[in-house]
């Protein structure tokens, strides 16, 4: 039985930082690829960092540079960075972790950016 649970979102003005923390309760085999995706109102999910095993991190151009993926293996946690945010950010964060036989997901949680 596992669940992740992310924390760490909040009310932030355009330009402040927060950081985002998906604890994973259970075990998980393999931690093979951890993400973060947000969901914007509305609109349809995206994929917004990205880490393999290894070390291997990807963001997309909208996040590249602001944002920064990383892991406490001790902790039994995931981060997501977040500096320089813009109103576009705004949008519920969701951690998710695969360990090559299938996914899990937490219930995310909201970051809002004000203009």
């Known amino acids: 039985q596992v669940q992740l649970v992310e924390s760490g979102g909040d009310f932030v003005h355009a330009g402040g930082s927060l950081r985002l923390s998906c604890v994973v309760h259970?075990?998980?085999?393999?931690?093979?690829?951890m993400n973060w995706y947000r969901q914007p109102p509305g609109l349809q999910r995206e994929l917004v960092a990205s880490?393999?095993?290894?070390?291997?991190?990807w963001y997309p151009d909208s996040v590249k540079g602001r944002f920064t993926i990383s892991r406490d293996e001790a902790k039994n946690t995931v981060f997501l960075q977040m500096n320089s945010l813009k109103f576009e950010d705004t949008a519920v964060y969701v951690c998710?972790?695969?360990?090559?036989?299938?996914?899990?997901w937490g219930r995310g949680t909201q970051v809002t950016v004000s203009s």
């Open positions: 998710n972790i695969q360990d090559g036989y299938r996914d899990y």
């Open positions: 259970g075990s998980i085999s393999s931690f093979d690829t």
């Open positions: 880490r393999t095993g290894t070390g291997i991190t």
